[in-house]
């Protein structure tokens, strides 16, 4: 069974760190891409950034870009979201999900607040 | 960048009836590769989102037989045969020809 629990979220303030991890098991984890999709509250679905089965591919939402990186450790088969400079606007519940969106993670929030 | 867009934003139905939503795209969805990659996402308060159909009328794992998706191009659909209890939520269409993005969602409610 496919199971991905995400986990670093909490409270910043704005210019901060955190940094997010997305644990994955059940599949073959170095073949799958896999992204970061968010949800501020009461809002829609965000995409935030995706990478591929390497590694050696990322891409990212204009909005995020140039202060989230994402990256992966396959032999660890977790997922990472290093967020810098982060602004109230980033709050949000942040979901890890295979590259087709089939299996989610339960999500872990981030709050950005003075 | 591609722009979803779904019609109605709230939809109020009635039990052991049909529904319908329809999402639209700014640009064609159909891929270099030749495939459409439209997709169906369906969430419940509190939930993360389930994967209801994906390249356009493919049911994900365990999705009922009551969910159906259509459409082609910038025009797409998903139809509800007959609404149960749990089918209430929020749907999101969500397109990854271009990246990826997704509709602003469409609030399901009993009547």
């Known amino acids: 069974e496919v199971h991905l629990l995400e986990s670093g979220g909490g409270l910043v303030q704005p210019g901060g760190s955190l940094r997010l991890s997305c644990a994955a098991s059940?599949?073959?984890?170095?073949?799958?891409?896999m992204s970061w999709v968010r949800q501020a509250p009461g809002k829609g679905l965000e995409y935030v950034s995706v990478i591929t089965g390497s590694g050696a591919g990322t891409n990212y939402a204009d909005s995020v870009r140039g202060r989230f990186r994402i990256s992966r450790d396959n032999s660890k088969n977790t997922v990472y979201l290093q967020m810098n400079s982060l602004r109230v606007e980033d709050t949000a519940v942040y979901y890890c999900?295979?590259?087709?969106?089939?299996?989610w993670g339960r999500g872990t929030l981030v709050t950005v607040s003075s | 960048d591609i722009v979803m867009t779904q019609t109605p934003l709230s939809s109020p139905v009635t039990l052991g009836q049909p529904a319908s939503i329809s999402c639209r795209s700014s640009q064609s969805l159909i891929h270099t590769d030749g495939s459409t990659y439209l997709s169906w996402l369906h969430q419940r308060p509190g939930q993360p989102p389930r994967l209801l159909i994906y390249k356009v009328s493919n049911r994900f794992s365990g999705v009922p037989d009551r969910f159906s998706g259509s459409g082609a191009g910038t025009d797409f659909t998903l139809k509800i045969t007959r609404v149960e209890a749990e089918d209430v939520g929020i749907y999101y269409c969500?397109?990854?020809?271009?990246?990826?993005?997704f509709g602003p969602g469409t609030r399901l409610h009993i009547k």
């Open positions: 969500m397109q990854a020809t271009q990246l990826i993005t």
């Open positions: 999900a295979d590259g087709g969106l089939g299996y």
């Open positions: 059940g599949f073959n984890f170095s073949n799958y891409v």
